[in-house]
């Protein structure tokens, strides 16, 4: 059964650091598309950052770009984003999910593609 836990959410003023972490289990981690998405209260959820599992290409949105790293600790199963320069917009529950067996593309506007998701985790920066 796949899983995904998040974690490393948590408060920070703006122009923090945070670092979260996706835990991926019960499936091949390898040729897989794992996404982060977020949603602030009364938004809609939103993709901002991607990684292919197969060969650790990453792709992100504008509003993140520079200020926003994936990694993957591939021995681990784990999908880290490297939140820097964060700004209160960045506000937001953060979700991991993973689009299974993929070809690639991984970029997702609303996250419709992605089979599994993680519980979410809480990403507050104040101003």
């Known amino acids: 059964q796949v899983q995904l836990v998040e974690s490393g959410g948590g408060s920070v003023q703006a122009g923090g650091s945070l670092r979260l972490f996706c835990a991926f289990t019960?499936?091949?981690?390898?040729?897989?598309?794992m996404g982060w998405f977020r949603q602030a209260p009364g938004k809609e959820r939103e993709g901002v950052a991607f990684i292919y599992t197969g060969g650790g290409s990453t792709y992100y949105v504008d509003s993140v770009k520079g200020r926003f790293t994936l990694s993957q600790d591939i021995a681990k199963n784990t999908v880290y984003l490297h939140m820097n320069s964060l700004k209160p917009e960045d506000t937001a529950m953060y979700y991991c999910a993973v689009e299974i067996g993929s070809g690639g593309y991984c970029y997702s506007y609303r996250g419709y593609e992605y089979n599994y998701w993680g519980q979410g985790t809480q990403v507050t920066v104040s101003s």
């Open positions: 019960g499936y091949t981690y390898s040729n897989n598309c």
